[in-house]
């Protein structure tokens, strides 16, 4: 911590004219440029920018990659809870706005009437991504306590979260 008595003369020293006057003092407030730059028209600028891209390596890309239980299930989690998500907020929404339209009578009286095969469709659609955010979460929970890092408890772990979501989408869909 500064003393007090050290605030007087730093301010005397910064607030002093000779200070930026002097080389040192401007050399450290005001960056020196080596290089002059010049207007160039738009067509040249982007004739250059062209050229140097042609120059610089690309990135590998996805499409050069084996597919990897990893980050396939990464993707899959982030996709399933940004749905979950929009879902969540959209119906939240729309009660807001309408909440005689979108009480839970009315949704029910709506879902009644739709025929078996779209009621089990829509609650697959429904568990699915559910149960895999939910089986997902709780792997990389583990991951972060420390477990299940080595590249093979990744795949088993990996493995048991797509089986345990469809064993648990099967039953949320069929009770």
């Known amino acids: 911590m500064m003393s ?3 605030l007087p003369s730093l301010r005397r ?3 002093n004219p000779a200070f930026f006057r002097s080389h040192a003092g401007l050399r450290m407030v005001v960056p020196k440029r080596a290089l002059k ?3 160039m028209p738009p067509s040249a600028m ?24 990893t980050w396939i299930a990464s993707i899959a989690n982030r996709f399933t809870g940004v749905g979950l998500s929009v879902l969540l907020y959209g ?8 909440p005689g339209t979108f009480d839970s009578a009315h949704i029910i009286e709506f879902v009644a009437g739709l025929p078996d095969g779209v ?8 568990a ?12 990389h929970l583990g991951w972060d306590m420390g477990k299940f890092l080595s590249v093979k408890s990744a795949y088993s772990t990996g493995y048991v979260v797509l089986g345990a979501t469809a064993l648990s989408t099967a039953y949320l869909t069929f009770m």
Do not use: C, D, W
Request: hydrophobic share 40%.
């Open 13 to 15: 020293t910064a607030f």
């Open 128 to 139: 699915a991504p559910f149960t895999f955010h939910s089986f997902n979460g709780l792997r």
């Open 119 to 126: 009621k089990y469709a829509g609650k697959a659609i429904l």
């Open 91 to 98: 119906f939240s929404l729309a009660y807001l706005v309408a």
């Open 4 to 6: 007090t008595r050290a």
């Open 37 to 39: 730059t010049q207007s």
């Open 46 to 69: 982007t004739e250059i920018l062209n050229k140097q891209r042609l120059n610089r390596p690309s990135s590998p890309h996805m499409t050069i990659y084996q597919p990897q239980l």
